[in-house]
Nanobody
């Protein structure tokens, strides 16, 4: 699986962004069978879980800081996963990366080591 994240940029506090993660999967491998997650890493800080969406059933999980502000969704027909981020704050500034893998149980979706496939980061800067 190859992943391409996009949609980052500069936004003012209180603003919104929608990140996209485009997946290319090998022939015979269905994107809908992959759990996809977003992680972020701010300068000088460790990588942290943001949100995840499981395979075709679409159950979701969010970090506490994202609940009520972030929404993860997927379009399996387009091999896309989205992260809608509202009411962004300066502490949301980070490089956001998407990751994917199969066979991840719900209780483990926040663990980065569960994911073998990663896209490059897209930078989100929240500043006035």
């Amino acid at each position: 699986v190859q992943l391409q994240a996009s949609g980052g940029g500069l936004v003012q506090p209180g603003g919104s962004l929608r990140l996209s993660c485009a997946a290319s999967v090998a022939s015979g491998s269905a994107f809908r069978t992959y759990t996809v997650a977003w992680f972020r890493q701010a300068p000088g800080k460790e990588r942290e879980f943001v949100a995840a969406i499981r395979r075709s059933g679409g159950s979701t999980a969010y970090a506490d800081f994202g609940k009520g502000r972030f929404t993860i969704s997927r379009d399996n027909a387009k091999n896309m996963v989205y992260l809608q981020m509202n009411n962004l704050q300066p502490e949301d500034t980070a490089a956001y990366s998407c990751a994917a893998d199969r066979g991840i149980i719900h209780s483990e979706v926040a663990n980065a080591w569960q994911y073998d496939y990663w896209g490059q980061g897209t930078l989100v800067t929240v500043s006035s």
